[in-house]
């Protein structure tokens, strides 16, 4: 039987599952509040012919459903990247991932003996139980290591102590890597070829698949694939709210329009936002958990440039203190195509700040002075090369995952069970710093089971690495084959 669905984003949750579902044959409707862009933060934007990532976004996952998909959707149009990025430290620059004599070399014979005490000291006596970001990594690599290669980026991203900061985004974002693992792969390098993708540490690979025209490529295709299967997509339209009654779900939409009849609704706008929009209301306790979730904002300097071969790095981590860039991207690495002149080249400087405060407000004149300023600081280009430039401001980038967000998350699950259908997919939807594919597989469940007709999967148990468990048995071939079989046409 064919059902309604409400899906509000167009990032790349609310596109997966709009498309799965229309290649299911349900009747299905995404609202997306931007005017122009789809992909949400893995949307690729532009100005003057030069295209840029917002955040950059690779193109690589444990899960083959997710691969096929993305084949399904672009083909030809995905190139293999060779992975390149660096780390700026105290004026050097270090290849990451770790190639451990680079690393010796330029820490030097002294600091670097401190640093191998310091791990063995780690080893030797860890803290038991960490329950924050700098217990745990110092854990894995030492205190001393923790302090050059994690502290500063990371406050940076964050805003706030790595005291204060749960251990679950460190056991997320550097999951399986340790010092010995990090040396181990440096002496010895992951084969290209073979099967192993299941067993690789995602942080260490070494070539990813990317869209010519960057990521937002993938959704806008995925766009045109999904409204000619008969999904229909509102740009300019955000959600104001949603209610139930007898059974169905009615939108509000910031058109002025009201959209009923929707069996299901699934929304990956953020679960602060969300939850606060929703009616009969949640109770006080869901409210107000919902209310102290945080999020972090960021946004991009994008500098345009005479191509001076400055760098060919995709990335590069900043660790100084002494500026205030966090991650600078280099898009004509990532993509040739993204950069119209082959003459020139294409530079986002990333700022983590807070929407409202003084980086934020900056003008865009003043942030590209600091940008120009800054990335001449570091090294990697003269100001007198700088041509051009554009500002990009993303809100809610990342949720927060401060010591108290777990708790939060869990009053909001355990209320969402008296709201029979309606899902919460995706990073923002589910509060959870997922990575592009994860985001992606929970969408792709939350289609499964809209297309079963029942509660066949739980959203949540998928992982950090797009794997479904079903309390954490299952990896991702079983996955593959599970979930295979609950779609009208898989995958390929």
Avoid at 47 to 62: A, L, M, N, V
Avoid at 293 to 314: H, K, P, Q, S
Wanted: charged residues 25%; aromatic residues 12%; hydrophobic residues 35%.
């Amino acid at each position: 039987m064919q059902k309604r669905v409400a899906i509000i984003g167009a990032g790349p949750a609310g596109l997966t599952a709009a498309y799965l579902l229309g290649k299911g044959g349900q009747d299905v409707t995404v609202f997306e509040k931007d005017p122009q862009y789809v992909g949400g933060i893995s949307r690729t934007e532009s100005y003057k012919g030069y295209h840029f990532d917002i955040g950059g976004h690779r193109f690589f996952s444990k899960s083959k459903e997710v691969e096929d998909f993305w084949t399904e959707i672009l083909g030809d149009e995905m190139l293999e990247r060779p992975r390149s990025s660096r780390i700026y430290y105290n004026k050097k620059f270090f290849s990451y991932p770790l190639v451990a004599f680079d690393a010796l070399r330029k820490l030097g014979i002294i600091e670097s003996a401190l640093c191998v005490l310091s791990y063995l000291q780690a080893k030797a006596f860890p803290v038991k139980n960490p329950t924050n970001f700098e217990d745990w990594v110092s854990n894995q690599f030492g205190k001393r290591l923790f302090n050059i290669f994690f502290k500063t980026y990371t406050e940076k991203v964050w805003g706030i102590p790595c005291k204060e900061i749960s251990a679950d985004w460190a056991a997320q974002r550097i999951k399986g890597l340790s010092l010995s693992s990090a040396i181990w792969n440096a002496l010895r390098p992951q084969r290209k070829s073979g099967g192993g993708k299941d067993k690789m540490i995602k942080t260490l690979i070494d070539s990813f698949r990317y869209p010519k025209m960057g990521p937002g490529m993938m959704w806008e295709v995925c766009v045109e694939k999904s409204k000619k299967l008969g999904v229909e997509v509102k740009m300019n339209c955000g959600v104001k709210g949603i209610d139930t009654a007898g059974g169905k779900w009615i939108v509000h939409g910031t058109d002025g329009n009201d959209y009923s009849g929707y069996d299901y609704v699934l929304s990956s706008a953020p679960m602060r936002e969300l939850v606060n929009s929703v009616a009969p209301a949640f109770p006080q306790e869901a409210l107000e958990s919902a209310r102290k979730l945080g999020y972090r904002d960021f946004l991009t300097v994008v500098l345009i440039c005479r191509d001076e071969d400055a760098f060919t790095d995709n990335w590069i981590y900043i660790h100084d203190p002494s500026v205030k860039v966090g991650r600078i991207q280099n898009f004509k690495s990532w993509s040739p195509y993204m950069v119209p002149d082959p003459n020139m080249a294409c530079y986002g400087l990333e700022y983590f700040c807070f929407e409202g405060d003084g980086l934020w407000n900056s003008k865009d004149a003043d942030l590209i002075e600091l940008g120009k300023k800054e990335i001449a600081q570091i090294g990697l280009t003269n100001p007198a090369a700088v041509v051009d430039g554009y500002v990009v401001r993303q809100p809610k980038a990342y949720p927060v995952y401060d010591q108290d967000y777990k708790q939060h998350v869990d009053n909001i699950k355990e209320a969402l069970k008296d709201y029979p259908g309606l899902y919460l997919v995706g990073r923002n939807g589910m509060h959870k710093y997922n990575n592009q594919d994860h985001s992606m597989m929970t969408a792709m469940l939350a289609a499964k089971n809209i297309l079963a007709g029942k509660e066949v999967y739980n959203l949540w148990d998928v992982n950090e690495d797009a794997e479904y468990h079903e309390g954490g048995d299952r990896g991702v071939e079983d996955t593959d084959k599970i979930i295979g079989r609950m779609v009208p046409e898989k995958l390929s």
